[in-house]
């Protein structure tokens, strides 16, 4: 199955019409025609049927035929995780945690980040491939980048951890962990959370957790969080 993202469908809609490029690529590369059947989620957790009834390459019309809601997991989880170096490392944390299964996702810069900066628009376009490959109906919700201090003041509920690489009593992540519930878990840099910013999340309730017994990458240690939410969930 070939899953198409289309964020303007609506249940109860009756019919669809694709983009030039879109139209290009059902018709031309995969060679679809009237009467075949197009899979296509709106990424709210709806899939849609729809039958071809116009395949023109410059705008191909489908009929929807049926819509059903996709069963998501029981627990929100959140991570915040600092850009890394490379913009290809994150967006690599991007599409795994994706596939694996996760639901919102905040840049955050810290006073140890060396990027100060994103590119949304090309995070998204990986979060909606990522989403498409794994035939999953919910596409995550990239927040806008802010810094640490100001992810701090925001609420935040459930189960709160920071993960961060200082010589303190830490747990590990996957001890701690509890299903079914919604989980935030802060990620930090390379060079990682700063002293000051550490003291700031636990003053805000967020639990130091540790990861494994080795230095991880950031994009590794958020993929690592990410799996073990998943894990602890099965």
């Avoid at 109906?137 to 459930?158: K, M, R, V």
Wanted: aromatic residues 8%; negative net charge.
């Amino acid at each position: 199955m070939q899953l198409f993202y289309n964020p303007e469908l609506k249940s109860g809609q009756e019919h669809i019409q694709f983009s030039k490029d879109e139209s290009i690529h059902i018709v031309r590369v995969l060679r679809k025609s009237v009467g075949d059947t197009l899979h296509i989620t709106n990424g709210n957790g709806f899939l849609f049927l729809a039958e071809i009834v116009s395949a023109d390459q410059k705008r191909c019309e489908a009929l929807i035929k049926s819509f059903e809601q996709q069963i998501k997991h029981n627990y929100h989880l959140h991570l915040a995780v600092a850009p890394t170096k490379m913009n290809d490392r994150y967006e690599w944390f991007l599409e795994k945690a994706t596939e694996i299964g996760i639901d919102t996702i905040t840049p955050i810069f810290c006073d140890n980040s060396e990027r100060k900066s994103i590119k949304p628009e090309r995070l998204e376009k990986i979060l909606q491939s990522a989403m498409k490959q794994s035939l999953s109906c919910y596409l995550p919700i990239l927040n806008e980048a802010i810094t640490f201090q100001e992810f701090l003041s925001q609420n935040h509920d459930g189960q709160l951890y920071i993960a961060h690489c200082e010589d303190s009593d830490k747990k590990s992540l996957k001890d701690v962990l509890k299903p079914d519930e919604n989980v935030t878990i802060l990620i930090g840099p390379e060079g990682d959370f700063s002293l000051k910013e550490i003291e700031m999340a636990l003053s805000k309730n967020f639990l130091p957790v540790s990861l494994g017994n080795t230095r991880l990458r950031t994009e590794t240690a958020a993929i690592v969080a990410c799996h073990s939410v998943a894990f602890i969930n099965e």
